[in-house]
């Protein structure tokens, strides 16, 4: 299956501030999503990135605050903007093979917010 | 809507059999299953298609009552690996974008 590797794997960063996740597929992939999982809860859908069209947020995301970009078919960033403690959770990416039935994550983004 | 499971968690001795249940609001055209440890990301176990089809692991199974629109996990003769919390994720349309379950803790002991 395919095998992603998501950076950083933590980060504290400061209120107001923006950090960047990315993650790298090692085969191409249609589709990608991104996830936030708070410690102990589930996990909850953010986006879908198509690779050259605009991503598809879900309910109660939105661009401006979870900005993401997919540049070519392993690669795809979520940037989460001005930073807030709420903010703190675990953000995951997700893909699915061709021809594959089930989705692989990444290791996950521990992100702190002080 | 977020789909329920059952139970929230249970704990069970090495060799015990267990069943996971995963109920949705929302019609289904598939069901998948994902098992995450702790500090670990989910892996996929089995994915559920409308129609009937199953893929999975030996001694991992499941059943897809779409009528009722429910799955249902059977891990049989546990082992110590299987602990971990378990996530049922369920697509309605076959867009492939997941909402996923409330998750069931699963514990095995010696």
Known sequence: SAVISQKPSRDICQRGTSLTIQ??????????????????????????????????YESGFVIDKFPISRPNLTFSTLTVSNLSPEDSSIYLCSARDRGRVGYTFGSGTRLTVV | QQPVQSPQAVILREGEDAVINCSSSKAL??????????????????????????????????SFNEKKQQSSLYLTASQLSYSGTYFCGTDPFGNEKLTFGTGTRLTIIP
Not at chain 1, 32 to 42: D, L, T
């Open chain 2, 29 to 62: 055209y598939s069901v998948h299953w994902y098992r995450q440890k702790h500090g670990e990301a989910p892996v996929f176990l089995m994915i559920l298609l409308k129609g009937g089809e199953q893929k999975g692991h030996e001694k991992i199974s499941a």
């Open chain 1, 23 to 56: 993650c790298q597929v090692d085969s191409q992939v249609t589709m990608m999503f991104w996830y936030r999982q708070q410690p102990g809860q589930s996990l909850t859908l953010i986006a879908t990135a198509n690779q050259g069209s605009e991503a598809t």
